[in-house]
C-alpha cells in the first residue's frame, strides 16, 4: 500500500489545500473532509468554487456561506459551504462596527462596495477569515479549505498580514482623522496627489474614498488583532498545507513553485496529491506478454483487427503512464512531506459515491495502485 493521508484525517484540525486551477483541488477538498467524517469526525470543507458540481456531488440543491449538513451513513458528520467573500465582509463590519449606524455607513460606500467586489486579494482574506470563525466556533473536529486558485503560492498565507500593514499605514491613519487635523498631517504631495486624482477620477471619488476611510475610525484594531490571530492559525501545528496537482508538466512545475515558495516561508508541506494518475502497466507485465503473444488464426480478420488495436491503445497509454510516473518521481525528489496518488477513475466525481472513492483513496482504505 502507498502514502495516505491517514494521520492528516484523523489528527489535524485544519487542512489547507492549495495549488493551481484545474488539478482537482475542490473534489480533493471535499473528498478530505469526507474521508474525516467517516473516521468519526465533525468535518467541513470550505470551497471556493462557484460551479454547481460539488454542491451536486454532495447531494445538495445550492451552497451558501454557512455550513449545511450532507446526510451520510458515515460515523462522523459533514458540511459544507461555498466561500461568499463580500457576505464575510460584510458580516466583518458589522461585527467590530460600534453601532449598526456606523456598519451601514460603511456598507452603503460605493468604494467598499466596489473594493469587495473587485480588490485583490479580498477572496484569500476572506478565505482565512472563513476558516478562523469556523475554528472559534469549536462545532468541527476538522476544516478543509479549497484556497482560491492563484500563481502565488503565498496570497493565502499573505492575505491577512497585507491587510495589517494596510491598516497601519501612515495614510490610511491620517485619513481616520477629523477633517482639518487630517489635511494638516497630510504632506504637501499626499495633498496634491489627493487634489490631482480628484481631477481625472472626479471628486466624488476622493469623497467616497474619505469617507470610507473615516467610517472605518475605532474598528481598526479589531481588524488588526483577528488578521494577527488568522496568522496564527495558520501557523499552527495543528494545521496541514497539502498541494493538489495532476500529472501535466504545467500542473508538476506549479507544484514545485509552490513547494519552494512555501517553505521559504517557513511551511512545511505535509502532503503533495497527484490526481488522475494511469496506472503502472509494466506492473502487470506477465498478463500483458500473454496478451502481446496472443495469436488470432488467419482469416478472423475482425478479430485481428480488433487486437491489433488493443495493442496499440496499450502501446500508447504505457507511454502516457511512463510519462506521468516519471512526473511523479521528480515530485517525490523535489518535495517534502508524503507523496499520495489517486488513480484515473473510471467515472468523472460528480455524485456521494464518487467523492467516497477519491476519500478511500486518500485514506489509504484502497491502495492507489490498484
Known amino acids: 500500500m502507498g502514502a ?21 483541488k475542490t473534489t480533493t477538498s471535499a473528498a478530505i473532509a469526507l474521508a474525516g467524517a ?7 470543507v470550505v470551497t471556493i468554487d462557484p460551479a454547481r458540481r460539488l454542491a451536486d456531488a454532495l447531494g445538495l440543491d445550492e451552497l451558501g ?75 468541527f473536529d476538522l476544516i478543509v479549505v479549497d484556497t482560491p486558485p492563484t500563481r502565488n503560492a503565498l496570497d493565502f498565507v499573505d492575505a491577512p498580514g497585507r491587510l495589517t500593514r494596510f491598516l497601519e499605514n501612515r495614510f490610511f491613519r491620517i ?15 499626499s495633498q496634491t496627489l489627493l487634489r490631482t486624482i480628484s481631477k481625472v477620477a472626479g471628486s466624488e471619488i476622493v469623497e467616497d474614498a474619505i469617507a470610507f476611510f473615516r467610517a472605518f475610525e475605532g474598528m481598526e484594531q479589531g481588524f488588526r488583532d483577528r488578521a494577527r490571530r488568522v496568522e496564527q492559525l495558520l501557523a499552527d501545528e495543528g494545521t496541514a498545507f497539502v498541494l493538489v496537482a495532476a500529472p501535466r508538466r ?31 502497466f509494466k506492473a502487470g507485465e506477465r498478463t500483458e506478454g500473454k496478451a502481446r503473444q496472443l495469436v488470432i488464426p488467419e482469416g478472423v480478420d475482425e478479430a485481428r483487427a480488433a ?45 456521494l459515491d464518487g467523492l467516497r472513492l477519491v476519500a478511500e483513496h486518500l485514506d489509504g482504505q484502497i491502495s492507489s495502485g490498484q
Not at 467517516?38 to 467541513?44: E, M, P, T
Not at 512545475?253 to 502532503?271: D, N, Q, T
Not at 491503445?313 to 511512463?322: F, M, T
Not at 508524503?338 to 455524485?351: G, I, R, S
Open 250 to 280: 504545467d500542473s508538476v512545475a506549479e507544484a514545485h513553485y509552490f513547494s519552494k515558495r512555501l517553505k521559504e516561508a517557513g511551511i512545511p508541506v505535509a502532503a503533495l496529491i497527484m490526481n488522475r494518475v494511469l496506472p503502472d
Open 4 to 24: 495516505d493521508l491517514s494521520c492528516l484525517v484523523r489528527e489535524r484540525s485544519t487542512v489547507v489545500c492549495c495549488g493551481s486551477g484545474g488539478a482537482g
Open 38 to 44: 467517516a473516521a468519526g469526525r465533525r468535518a467541513c
Open 65 to 139: 456561506n454557512d455550513p449545511r449538513l450532507v446526510e451520510g451513513d458515515w460515523p462522523g458528520e459533514l458540511y459544507a459551504l461555498m466561500l461568499d467573500a463580500k457576505g464575510t465582509f460584510d458580516d466583518l463590519v458589522r461585527k467590530y462596527a460600534g453601532d449598526p449606524e456606523q456598519a451601514e455607513r460603511i456598507l452603503a460606500n460605493r468604494l467598499y462596495r466596489n473594493l469587495t467586489a473587485a480588490l485583490s486579494g479580498t477572496q484569500e482574506y476572506m478565505a482565512g477569515e472563513k476558516l478562523y470563525e469556523l475554528s472559534e466556533s469549536g462545532r
Open 175 to 189: 485619513l481616520l482623522m477629523p477633517g482639518r487635523a487630517s489635511m494638516k498631517a497630510l504632506s504637501v504631495a
Open 307 to 351: 487486437l491489433l488495436a488493443l495493442r496499440r491503445n496499450l502501446d500508447e497509454l504505457e507511454k502516457v503512464a511512463a510519462i506521468e510516473h516519471g512526473y511523479l518521481a521528480q515530485l517525490e525528489r523535489g518535495v517534502e512531506g508524503e507523496v499520495v496518488t489517486v488513480p484515473y477513475l473510471a467515472n468523472d466525481v460528480h455524485d
